[in-house]
């Protein structure tokens, strides 16, 4: 199978997002996609697979001018697409969001549980995922959701697979798995379309990249031909040296102080100090219970037992909005349930943490908001029309974006990041990391969640690992090496690449 | 039914006590009601009653048997107390014309599949937020049952003349008063089409995330359509059995039959956010108010306490459904 | 166990004596949340608690499938006498004939049943009270002139028996400008007035088809700063009020205590083996400001 | 990015037509409804008549205003009829007392808070959809007020009385119905609460999406209760007014009007949904409904035809309003 785009062009409204794309991809090849946050490639895809229409060019499918009335249509004809944003129904069980709209019936026209039950569990294997398919959906970590996802797409005998960010929610392991999958897929002759904004994964397992700026396709290269350099200058139109800047740390007094904090089945005796200028990495496989920690520190969820110390003071903080006035702040991993409200502008969204500061007279200054808002934009080099746009309307990275400077602007003093940069592009990337060294040279804390191996090791100061919801060590970064940090976060014992 | 012996053995093998608890909630608490008014009253637990109770049940049950797909979906359907009055309205104005039954039956059942096809229409095609739709639809619907009317009960020799109308409502067979026959066929049927076809699982993927079903290549519009239909369907049967239990079509038929539907609904466990729930927890539920409406009376209580109680009850029994569904 | 439908026969065995103190009444009403409807159950229970009868009360809260429900409940409970004042006499049918088959006599109150047997029933005659209504409007108006009407809940035999009482014996001698519903309820018979005193400002009377509208009529004549006869229907309590202060110029009065009364001697009369009549009028009396303030 | 910027400054500078559109699209509608009426009655502009039509949409309007917060955060209240009937019948009783009517107007508004909290309180922390919960308390406050009435509907002489009591309902000021102050005076206040104040941009923020409110510091629950409270308190002013107007508490007074007040909240453009809408719109629901219900009395149309005409309208308006919105 070979598909071939040509010259596609879309609008959203005024918003020209395409003019004139070309891509091209084919059967046993892996064919990367990338560019920067918004330049266009989820939407290149759903135009692909027919969820939107385009606006101009040509769509053909081994020469034949080709389209799909939707999702289903072009997954039938051997196109499947795992969306960048999960598209699972939590309440239902793991084989039936499989099976969705493709269930196996018997001869009476009635859904043949057993016999879906054992193709997922089969599929599911062969990523070596072992998930009970019985369990809702939603009780699942975003990684395995993934990988259900994945399974999903492996099990319709696809000719051609579009993963769009597949790895975002996973760990090495899965990752590596993944690959493991993909190579063997491509040998049977599938091809693969692979947007990711990871560039080591690039390197490893795509044979071609197509790079996209501004709504039009930049450059088409041979992977082997290429280095990163070349790619982030073509993605971000111009250099910007190393993934990482150098952090030149000057560690003030310890802020935060956690002390033995226990959930009972989900985490036990967490201790951790984190001093002002300093960031503190916490890594681990995924589910090892980071998120659920910072969770229950900021006041979400609750802990059994354990103290929380702010400046050497105790402090009990019993929900977001006490830990916001000891000036904490909170950057979830997810964005769009907890992080934003996609309907509110983004003027509401930046300045809702910090909105009783902007009261006069019991009333809400408007103009200072608005001063506000626009003034941590472009801080954050936000792209967006004005403050006034919804949420909803921007680009994945660009959101991220937001509810970093909704935390910004609230005035925290400790900073949890979890997944600060999950599915954000290299620039934006670079511009969040040196975010986050201005906050620490003004003597912010930061803690940082990142299952991102050379992200933690590149910015942090000190990591802590957890497995299993305990902190099995807490190391210097200098000094620190990925082997090192997976045989803790794998408990220890040296199966990291089990 | 080998589908179901699986799932059993399935579930028996690691049983999870909280689940059991969660589903079986409902069902404990009619237990925990029946057992309440057969002491209280003990005229409660004779054959006779219990059958006048299921009789009683039916026609709140079927209409809340349709409003249980349209609730899993996120939705909600206020027209079916209106659907029911015109739909009895028109079937029995058909039947005094000495039409044959049978056609006055389909047509009666024809109209309301119709009206909750407009229903489906409005909610898919016009993009209508369900209540606000159907809110009108109840208005428009009442209306024109009083036009047709001409806000007169509509009754008349021919319609009483037919055997086969007045046994839809009145009639029995081993015994067993008609109507509760006639539910626990819709029943049957609505339960495999819930829990056994894909149109269930489309029904369910829809409630739980609309976005996402339509990526999955669900016909969402299609599927709200339909579901919409059922529960016009289901109310035009519903208003059948009632014509036909009082012999005479009423104008105002129906009124805040809906409320009683949904009632059913939630307390069987079905989550009004759509994408939750099991029509075997409706048929509690409306057990559950029948129980209450029937043993309340039995036990001569006021009508303006009946409405007390029946409040409490209902918040109780939601209250205890989500501490249940709490981790 | 049977089949095919109720049955519609009865077994005629003879009535066996019972004295008030024995007598297990059931007693559904169509609602309480209406004064009159409240006012028939003081009268019943009343005579009962003077008399030692135990009675069960239930209020179908106007809807005739919760009143069918009720009065399966009742024969359940095995009353001996079932007194019904129906939402609706054609859908009351069936019930009655579960009660015939159960051999329970039935006796109605205000409304009749269109079928099965009903061993008496107690009512002031609605169409007569319409057209005293009427009479008294042409007697204090005078011939042609503008008339506007409130009408009840739609369908209701009230509703239909009063208008046809008053429209027939106004025919031709008042004109009826307007004609709107009310619901037999004070707040629309407010609003309604209001509306219709606007686009009719030349009506010089009001015949509302229950106290409670006229009442609500009451309020927008005055806020409209007219003079307009007003006539309600019942005699409720608040409506003799505001005849006897002038705000209404009278109403039909019905006696619902008396019917509550006449319904429950007539259950001690059947089963002390006299004969009942089969129509119990309760009497209806036109009040109006100068009959009360004589 | 050039058309970026250009779309830009005509955002922020200039006109957006679609953007008026879908704003000012409720208002259009009761311009056309308005020229309408006239043309077909020309009785309906003289300023007598508007005088009318404005105390008759006070009390709905009083109603609606309070449910916007309630559907802006995605909830719904079905027992403000039922408030208003039982803060009606209490203020009515207190009156009947003889006590001072300042004391029985605080009274019955500190009770229809109560009944709000107490909604707000199982809502929040009982966790109970608002729909189910609504509707329990709706069929509980109204038995209360049946069984605190007896069923009676409530008058006295000292009731008539106080003049301030008649006042509320039946008073003029500057030769304008003292109702539609107090309307004016609710809406300006709860403009403000929900425009320029925390706490309204809580209420969007809490309808949008309820878990990044909590996390951005927003204390939901207690938003939520005092979003329900306040329904309460509106449905209390109603109750005052109403009960004012008839000089007498009725125990079925209200029924049914929170369908009237949440067709006014949606009529607004305010989407069920939560997060999304305006006051302001609620204003022009409630008159839209209150000249249709005006217009087609004047125009004499049956009551039959009118709930028909009603139903359509509210449909044709959310349709129209759900187009605007579409890109
Ligand atoms: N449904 C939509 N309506 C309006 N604008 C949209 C819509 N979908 C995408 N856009 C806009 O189109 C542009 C491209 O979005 P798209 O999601 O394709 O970017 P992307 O390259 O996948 O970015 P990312 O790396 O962040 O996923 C963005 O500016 C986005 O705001
Ligand atoms: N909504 C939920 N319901 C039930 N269990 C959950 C839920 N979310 C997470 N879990 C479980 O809680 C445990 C801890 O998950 P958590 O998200 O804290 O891990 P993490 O270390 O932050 O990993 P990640 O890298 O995926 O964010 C996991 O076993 C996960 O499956
Ligand atoms: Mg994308
Ligand atoms: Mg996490």
């Known amino acids: ?498 | ?327 | 166990g049977k089949s095919g439908l109720d049955s519609g026969g009865s077994n005629g065995s003879k009535v066996e004596k019972k004295s008030p103190k024995d007598l297990k009444v059931g007693v559904s009403l169509s609602t309480q949340s209406n004064p009159f409807f409240v006012s028939v159950k003081k009268g019943i229970q009343g005579l009962a608690d003077k008399k030692g009868t135990k009675v069960q009360i239930s209020d179908a809260q106007n809807d005739t499938a919760k009143q069918n429900n009720d009065i399966e409940d009742l024969i359940t409970k095995k009353v001996d006498v079932l007194i019904i004042n129906p939402v609706d006499s054609s859908a009351i049918t069936p019930a009655v004939k579960d009660a015939n088959d159960a051999g329970i006599p039935v006796i109605t109150v205000d409304r009749s049943a269109d079928g099965g047997k009903v061993l008496s029933l107690v009512a002031s005659n609605s169409t007569k009270g319409g057209q005293m209504a009427a009479k008294f409007m042409i007697d204090k108006l005078g011939n042609n002139a503008k008339i506007a009407e409130l009408q009840g809940i739609p369908g209701a035999s009230a509703t239909r028996e009063r208008g046809k009482g008053f429209d027939n014996a106004a025919k031709g001698k008042l004109d009826i400008v307007a004609k709107q519903t009310a619901g037999f309820d004070r707040a629309k018979g407010l609003s309604t007035t209001e509306n219709i005193l606007q686009g009719n400002s030349d009506v010089v009377g009001i015949f509302s088809q229950n106290d409670e509208m006229a009442l609500g009529a009451v309020q927008a004549v005055k806020a409209a700063g007219k003079e307009i006869t007003i006539v309600g229907f019942d005699g409720e309590d608040d409506g003799i009020k505001a005849v006897k202060s002038g705000k209404m110029a009278a109403t039909v009065a019905q006696q619902p205590e008396e019917m509550g009364r006449l319904a429950l001697q007539a259950a001690y009369d059947h089963f002390n083996g006299k004969t009942v009549k089969k129509n119990i009028e309760s009497p209806l009396k036109l009040v109006t400001t100068e009959s009360l303030n004589k």
């Not at chain 2, 925990?32 to 006779?48: A, E, H, M, W, Y």
């Open chain 2, 1 to 327: 039914m080998q589908e179901t012996k699986s799932v059993e053995t399935e579930k028996s093998k690691g049983f999870d006590f909280k689940k059991f608890v969660g589903k079986m909630g409902p069902l404990l608490a009619l237990i925990v009601l029946v057992i309440l008014v057969t002491v209280l009253s003990p005229g409660f637990i004779q054959p006779n009653n219990l059958l006048n109770l299921l009789r009683q049940v039916s026609i709140n049950a079927v209409i809340a048997f349709g409003m249980t797909f349209v609730i899993l979906t996120g939705g909600i359907d206020l027209s079916v107390g209106s659907i029911l009055a015109l739909t009895g309205a028109v079937t029995a104005t058909l039947l005094t014309t000495g039409i044959s039954p049978i056609i006055a039956l389909l047509a009666g059942i024809a109209l309301g599949s119709l009206l909750g096809f407009v229903n489906g229409l409005l909610i898919a095609y016009g993009k209508a937020a369900p209540f606000i739709a159907t809110l009108a639809t109840m208005t428009i619907f009442r209306g024109a049952t009083y036009v047709f009317t001409n806000g007169n009960p509509i009754t008349g020799a021919k319609m009483n003349d037919s055997f086969m109308f007045q046994f839809m409502g009145r009639g029995y067979l081993l015994g067993i008063p008609f109507p509760i026959f006639i539910m626990a066929v819709v029943y049957l049927v609505l339960y495999l089409l819930l829990h056994k076809t894909t149109f269930g699982r489309k029904t369910y993927a829809l409630g739980g995330n609309e976005n996402a079903a339509f990526i999955a290549g669900v016909k969402t519009k299609m599927v709200t359509i339909w579901i919409y239909t059922i529960s016009g369907l289901m109310a035009a049967i519903a208003g059948i059995i009632l014509t036909s239990r009082l012999s005479s079509a009423q104008p105002d038929a129906g009124t805040s039959y809906e409320m009683d539907a949904i009632a059913a609904v939630v307390l069987g466990g079905t989550s009004l956010a759509g994408g939750k729930g099991r029509i075997f927890g409706t048929l509690i539920g409306a057990l559950i108010i029948g129980t209450l409406n029937n043993g309340m009376n039995l036990l001569g209580i006021s009508s303006f306490y009946q409405q007390i109680v029946k409040g409490i009850v209902i918040i109780i029994a939601v209250l205890l459904d989500r501490k249940s569904n709490d981790k």
């Open chain 1, 1 to 498: 199978m070979k598909i071939e785009m040509k010259n596609i062009s879309k609008a959203f409204g005024k918003n020209k997002v395409l003019e004139g794309v070309n891509f091209a991809v084919e059967s046993g090849e892996v064919h990367a996609l990338m560019g920067e946050n918004g330049a266009g490639k989820s939407t290149l895809m759903n135009i692909l697979t027919g969820l939107y229409g385009d606006d101009g060019g040509d769509i053909l499918v081994d020469g034949q001018p080709t389209s799909y009335s939707g999702p289903l249509d072009a997954e039938q004809h051997g196109i499947s697409f795992i969306h960048q944003e999960m598209n699972n129904f939590l309440e239902m069980s793991v084989v039936d969001n499989m099976f969705l709209n493709k269930e196996i019936k018997n001869k009476f026209g009635m859904i043949n549980e057993d016999k879906m039950r054992k193709q997922a569990r089969e599929y599911l294997s062969k990523l070596g995922a072992d998930i009970d398919v019985d369990k809702p959906i939603g009780t699942l970590s975003v990684g395995r959701q993934q990988l259900i996802e994945i399974a999903k797409s492996i099990m319709t005998d696809a000719k051609i697979i579009i993963m769009d960010e597949p790895t975002a929610a996973l760990t090495e392991n899965e990752i590596d798995q993944l690959f493991a999958v993909v190579n063997d897929l491509k040998k049977q002759g599938v091809g693969f379309i692979y947007i990711s904004h990871r560039m080591e994964e690039i390197f490893k397992i795509a044979d071609k990249v197509t790079v996209m700026r501004d709504g039009i396709s930049v450059n088409e290269y041979m992977t082997k031909d290429v280095d990163m350099k070349q790619l982030v200058r073509d993605m971000v139109g111009r250099e910007i040296g190393d993934f990482y800047p150098d952090r030149d740390p000057h560690f003030g007094k310890t802020i935060l102080s956690v002390k033995n904090l226990t959930e009972k089945g989900i985490f036990e005796n967490v201790s951790f100090d984190v001093h002002e200028g300093e960031i503190l990495a916490f890594s681990g496989l995924m589910g090892a219970g980071r998120t659920e920690i910072m969770r229950a520190i900021f006041g979400i969820d609750h802990y059994d037992s354990g103290e929380i110390y702010l400046d050497g003071k105790k402090v009990k903080i019993k929900d977001p909005e006490s830990a916001i006035k000891h000036r904490i702040g909170f950057l979830t991993e997810n964005r769009k349930d907890e992080g934003l409200i996609l309907a509110d502008s983004l003027r509401d969204n930046i300045a809702l943490p910090s909105i009783n500061g902007f009261v006069k007279h019991g009333l809400i200054d408007d103009k200072s908001v608005d001063d506000f808002a626009n003034m941590l934009m472009k801080r954050l080099t936000v792209k967006a029309m004005s403050e006034q746009v919804t949420a909803g309307s921007l680009s994945g990275g660009n959101q991220q974006k937001v509810v970093l400077a909704k935390w910004v602007g609230s005035g925290s003093r400790v900073l949890i990041l979890d997944e600060p940069t999950r599915g954000v592009d290299v620039g934006a990337k670079r511009e969040i990391y040196d975010l986050m060294n201005e906050l620490t040279d003004r003597n912010v804390a930061i803690i940082m969640i990142s299952s991102d191996l050379p992200e933690v090791l590149g910015m942090s100061d000190k990591i802590a690992v957890v497995y299993e919801g305990k902190i099995s060590g807490i190391v210097d970064t200098n000094g620190a090496t990925q082997e090192s940090v997976m045989t803790l976060a794998t408990g220890g014992t040296d199966n990291a690449r089990n």
